[in-house]
T-cell receptor, first 117, second 109 residues
Framework: ETGVTQTPRHLVMGMTNKKSLKCEQH?????MYWYKQSAKKPLELMFV???????ENNSVPSRFSPECPNSSHLFLHLHTLQPEDSALYLC????????????????FGPGTRLTVL | GQNIDQPTEMTATEGAIVQINCTYQTSGFNGLFWYQQHAGEAPTFLSY??LDGLEEKGRFSSFLSRSKGYSYLLLKELQMKDSASYLC??????????WGAGTKLIIKP
């Protein structure tokens, strides 16, 4: 596989469930991102990992918990979500962070469409 | 606060030219990006401007004026496959990308 992959592509969960989203990048990049995309709203940056260390949190609710075990994999653990958390969750990767000399554009995965009942 | 403004929706005719504008107010500036996103798909990179002026890449061009906090994406010889949302994003002083809500471009035959 090439590029950035995400699983599952669709997820329906209840407010009491625990689930995890997975992202994998095959580009050799060292920065990975989680974004939330709601209809007709700007992309919201949730988390940034650079060289497997979290560098940005953006005051995301604690019911979202990221995990980056290595530079190729990124997880978003979900628990006790609310209906307003229903959205498209996009993962992206880049070589370097924005502002670093080796930064290049972000490559996005296809997203996980999450519905919270 | 930080803000990126772009039109919600635009309509154009196949073969024509369309200009999508983006204005921004951010704490600092570290480049402006344009991405294309087809319905149900991932955003894909189109262009990056960090200096004033026009960057041309095939049918697509992007312009930046930092003093005016303004950019546009110009699409020429429109094709039906150009129907998509176009996202403007600006790198702020913390080197984070601030995103606009996107412009949905509808191409009619």
């Amino acid at each position: 596989e090439t590029g950035v992959t995400q699983t599952p592509r669709h997820l329906v969960m209840g407010m009491t469930n625990k689930k995890s989203l997975k992202c994998e990048q095959h580009l050799g990049h060292n920065a990975m991102y989680w974004y939330k995309q709601s209809a007709k709203k700007p992309l919201e940056l949730m988390f940034v990992y650079s060289l497997e260390e979290r560098v940005e949190n953006n005051s995301v609710p604690s019911r979202f918990s990221p995990e980056c075990p290595n530079s190729s994999h990124l997880f978003l653990h979900l628990h006790t979500l609310q209906p307003e958390d229903s959205a498209l969750y996009l993962c992206a990767s880049s070589q370097g962070e924005l502002g670093s000399s080796n930064y290049n554009e972000q490559f996005f995965g296809p997203g996980t469409r999450l519905t919270v009942l | 606060g930080q803000n990126i403004d772009q039109p919600t929706e635009m309509t154009a005719t196949e073969g024509a030219i369309v200009q999508i504008n983006c204005t921004y107010q951010t704490s600092g500036f570290n480049g402006l990006f344009w991405y294309q996103q087809h319905a149900g798909e991932a955003p894909t990179f189109l262009s990056y401007n960090v200096l004033d002026g026009l960057e041309e890449k095939g049918r697509f061009s992007s312009f930046l004026s930092r003093s005016k906090g303004y950019s546009y994406l110009l699409l020429k010889e429109l094709q039906m496959k150009d129907s998509a949302s176009y996202l403007c994003a600006v790198g702020d002083s913390n080197y984070q990308l601030i995103w606009g809500a996107g412009t949905k471009l509808i191409i009619k035959p």
